[in-house]
């Protein structure tokens, strides 16, 4: 069974950083597009950040220059290293893989908070 498995997640005050994680396991993983998502109480979900195969980036506007997205393909894992963070990037946060099919991990939690 495919497993994405999130961590990292927690309580930072504003200004703040942290880096998630997550691991994959059961899939090729260099051959997946991975990105990660969140989604805010009350709100849609979001792309945060995606990596290609071959390591090309896109960002939301919102997390341009705060958040970098990186992924170790020996480890088969995905990092978000997030830093500056603000009261409004509280989320939970989705690891998000695809391919021909999609997967999606269980989410951490991130509250950022004085």
């Known amino acids: 069974q495919v497993q994405l498995v999130e961590s990292g997640g927690g309580l930072v005050q504003p200004g703040g950083s942290l880096r998630l994680s997550c691991a994959a396991s059961?899939?090729?993983?260099?051959?997946?597009?991975m990105s990660w998502y969140r989604q805010a109480p009350g709100k849609q979900r979001e792309l945060v950040a995606a990596?290609?195969?071959?390591?090309?980036?896109n960002y939301a506007d919102s997390v341009k220059g705060r958040f970098t997205i990186s992924r170790d393909n020996a480890k088969n894992t995905v990092y978000l290293q997030m830093n500056s963070l603000k009261p409004e990037d509280t989320a939970v946060y989705y690891c998000?893989?695809?391919?021909?099919?999609?997967?999606w991990g269980q989410g951490t939690q991130v509250t950022v908070s004085s």
């Open positions: 998000h893989a695809i391919r021909f099919v999609i997967y």
């Open positions: 059961r899939i090729p993983f260099s051959d997946y597009q």
């Open positions: 990596i290609t195969t071959i390591g090309n980036t």
